[in-house]
Nanobody, 119 residues
Framework: QVQLVESGGGLVQPGGSLRLSCEAS????????MGWYRQTPGKQRDLVAT???????NYADSVKGRFTISRDNAKNTVYLQMNSLKPEDTAGYYC?????????????WGQGTQVTVSS
């Protein structure tokens, strides 16, 4: 069974930094795009950043220049380095990955990790 396990959330002051990690585990053939999304109560889950298996990133306009997504294919792990954090970055952050357990690619989600930016 494929699982995505996130870590690295927490409380940080405005202007601070956090690094999120998400590791895929279980039995699978390959991983395509991996990414991070965020959600606040009562709102839809929005894209933060994605990265292809070849390392090409894509960012939401709101985080460009502040967040950096990367991945380690040998470790089946995607990272999100978040700098210059703002209170409006406060949200639950969810890892997503397109993974092929057998014959087809399926979308998987992590359980989420809370990021709170507050003084």
């Amino acid at each position: 069974q494929v699982q995505l396990v996130e870590s690295g959330g927490g409380l940080v002051q405005p202007g601070g930094s956090l690094r999120l990690s998400c590791e895929a585990s279980g039995s699978f053939v390959s991983i395509a795009t991996m990414g991070w999304y965020r959600q606040t109560p009562g709102k839809q889950r929005d894209l933060v950043a994605t990265i292809t298996s070849g390392g090409s990133p894509n960012y939401a306009d709101s985080v460009k220049g502040r967040f950096t997504i990367s991945r380690d294919n040998a470790k089946n792990t995607v990272y999100l380095q978040m700098n210059s954090l703002k209170p409006e970055d406060t949200a639950g952050y969810y890892c997503q990955a397109r993974i092929r357990p057998l014959d087809v690619f399926l979308n998987y989600w992590g359980q989420g990790t809370q990021v709170t930016v507050s003084s």
